[in-house]
C-alpha cells in the first residue's frame, strides 16, 4: 500500500506548530520540548513515534502555584542552618535550652514541615524535665524532639531541664541528627551548643557550691520586666563580627540591638529603647564569631 507522504509530512507539521504554541486554562510553561505529545502514527508498513510533549517534561505554573511534573524533572533542594545557644545555669534551678531555626532555604516553601530531632547531653547534669522521650547512652541522654515548623527563621524547641551537681561542670549539647520529614534532599548544618553549671568549686575531691559569673555570653537585664527602656549587660572573649537582636517565640528578628564588624573583647553595657515593641515574652540573642547566647526578655506595658 502506498503511503502519501506528502499529506503525511503535512499533518506531522501541523501537530509540531499545534504544540509549540500549545497551553492549558493560561498555565505557563517554565521549561519543555517541542514534541507531537508523545503520539503513534502508522501505517500497515511503517509507524512513527513523537517525542513526549511539554507538558510531561516542563515544570507548570498557574496563579502562585507551581507543580512539578514530568519524568526529568528533579526535585529543588534546599538548605537549613540549626543552632544551640550556650546556656548557664544555677545548680538546683530550672533552665530552658532552645533550639533554633536560624536558616533556611525552600523548607516551608509549600507548607508547615515536621522535624526529628535527636539532642545529646550529660544526663548528670541536666535532668530532662520536658515530654519528649529521653533514652540512656552510659552518662549520655538522648532527647527525641518533634514537632511543624512554618517560618523559615523559628524557635524549633524550647526544652527545660533541672541543673544538679553532676560529674561534671558542664555538658555538651550536641545535634546528634536532624531530619525534616518528607524532605530527605534538604541539607542541615547542625551548630553545637555548650551549657555550664554555675556556682561550683573543686579542690582536690572536695566539691564547693559557690556563687561565679559566666565567663562570656549575656550576663544581665534591668529592669526586668521591661517597659519602655533596658540596660543590657554583656561580656565578650572573641574579636571579630558580634551582633545582638531581639526575636519572638518563633524566632523572628524584632530589633538589633548593636551589630559591630570588629567587636573587641570586654565587658560593655548597652541600652535598649523598645517603645515600639508589643508586650510579650522575646529572647535576647548574642551572635559571637564561634559562640552562641540566648536569654529570656519580657517586656510589659
Known sequence: MMVNHTRLHSFICAIFIVCASFSIHAQQLQ??????????????????????GQAATGRVVSGSSKHNIGFWYRSSTGGTVVAVPNREGEIGQTTTVQILLTTSKGLVTYGPRGFIIKLRYNATV?????????VRDGDDCVLTITGTVQ??????AEVPFLVTLGNAERTSLTLDSVEWVGASSIATEKRDGVFQA????????????IKRGPSAGI????????????????VLIERGPTRMILID?????IATVFDEIDAMPGSRDVDMNVREVASGSYYLVLMTPNELFSLPFMISK
Open 31 to 52: 521549561r519543555g520540548v517541542v514534541g507531537s505529545g508523545g503520539a503513534r502514527i502508522a501505517t500497515p508498513t511503517s509507524a512513527l513515534r513523537g517525542t513526549v
Open 126 to 134: 541536666l535532668v530532662n524535665k520536658s515530654p519528649f522521650p529521653c
Open 151 to 156: 517560618d523559615s527563621v523559628a524557635v524549633l
Open 198 to 209: 554555675l556556682g561550683i568549686c573543686k579542690d582536690g575531691d572536695t566539691v564547693r557550691l
Open 219 to 234: 550576663t544581665g537585664v534591668s529592669p526586668m520586666p521591661v517597659r519602655s527602656s533596658a540596660t543590657i549587660k554583656a
Open 249 to 253: 517565640a518563633v524566632g523572628r528578628e
